[in-house]
């Protein structure tokens, strides 16, 4: 089993969002190299589930990965954000994968807080400029974080 770390913005999905729901499709990655992380993610590999762009951004939970990577219908729909007008049926770059909810944390662990960890050091969501919203997360980093909650 792999892990990794996925972040959305809450306004878009939350950890709130996805207890809710159960599982849902995680779509709309637009950037190359996130999307070949995607592609490498297998059924029961588990995601931190990290909350961005919004007053507290930090890991609120756990996901895991129920479908493997396929061909995202988003960028085919062009009613949506995340239509790419250069993909087609026969020829789409983008993937996507479907989740399910694990566990929400009790209190999200704040960007602040994961970078003072020196277990996390490596891990390169607390590095500045690192934009990325999919990353792969070490099995060291994993428990690391999980002794956080």
Not at 18 to 32: A, C, E, F, K, S
Not at 59 to 86: M, N, Q, V
Not at 91 to 113: I, M, Q, R
């Amino acid at each position: 089993m792999a892990y990794w770390l996925m972040k959305s913005e809450p306004d878009e999905l939350s950890i709130s969002n996805l207890q809710t729901l159960g599982q849902i499709r995680w779509d709309g990655v637009r950037n190359y190299q996130a999307r070949n992380f995607l592609r490498e993610m297998a059924i029961a590999d588990e995601f931190f589930f990290y909350h961005s762009s919004c007053p507290e951004p930090g890991i609120a939970g756990i996901g895991k990965i129920i479908e493997a990577a396929y061909p995202d219908p988003t960028a085919l729909d062009s009613h949506s954000h995340y239509f790419d007008a250069k993909a087609s049926d026969e020829k789409n770059p983008w993937s996507a994968v479907d989740v399910a909810f694990v566990e929400a944390f009790g209190n999200v662990l704040s960007l602040g807080y994961l970078k003072q960890q020196t277990a996390l050091e490596q891990l390169p969501l607390v590095h500045k400029g690192s934009r990325l919203s999919v990353m792969p997360v070490t099995a060291e980093q994993w428990a690391a974080v999980l002794a956080l909650r």
